[in-house]
């Protein structure tokens, strides 16, 4: 069984940072696509970064420039750095990945932007 277990979401002011990370357990060969999302209340969620393979991350247009993914091969984890925040950056953050042509995902956490 896979498990995706978030960390470092909390409440920052405008212009703060955050970094968010997830580690993946359990029976694990090769993460082919890593990816986070967030959903902000009564919107959609939304794909905020991504990495297919050995690839560059991607980025969504309102995050790029301010957001960088890391994964870490080794110990099959993934992180989110978040720096000049705002207040529409609010929202459940949760990481996503694709094993195996299986899709895991962690549990949330929670990302407030507010003075």
């Known amino acids: 069984q896979v498990q995706l277990v978030e960390s470092g979401g909390g409440l920052v002011q405008p212009g703060g940072s955050l970094r968010l990370s997830c580690a993946a357990s359990g029976s694990i060969f090769s993460i082919y696509v890593w990816g986070w999302y967030r959903q902000a209340p009564g919107k959609q969620r939304e794909l905020v970064a991504g990495?297919?393979?050995?690839?560059?991350?991607s980025y969504s247009d309102n995050v790029k420039g301010r957001f960088t993914l890391s994964r870490y091969n080794a110990n099959n984890t993934v992180s989110l750095q978040m720096n000049s925040l705002k207040p529409e950056d609010t929202a459940i953050y949760y990481c996503?990945?694709?094993?195996?042509?299986?899709?895991?995902w962690g549990q949330g956490t929670q990302v407030t932007v507010a003075s």
């Open positions: 996503q990945m694709n094993e195996r042509g299986h899709t895991y």
């Open positions: 990495i297919i393979g050995s690839g560059n991350p």
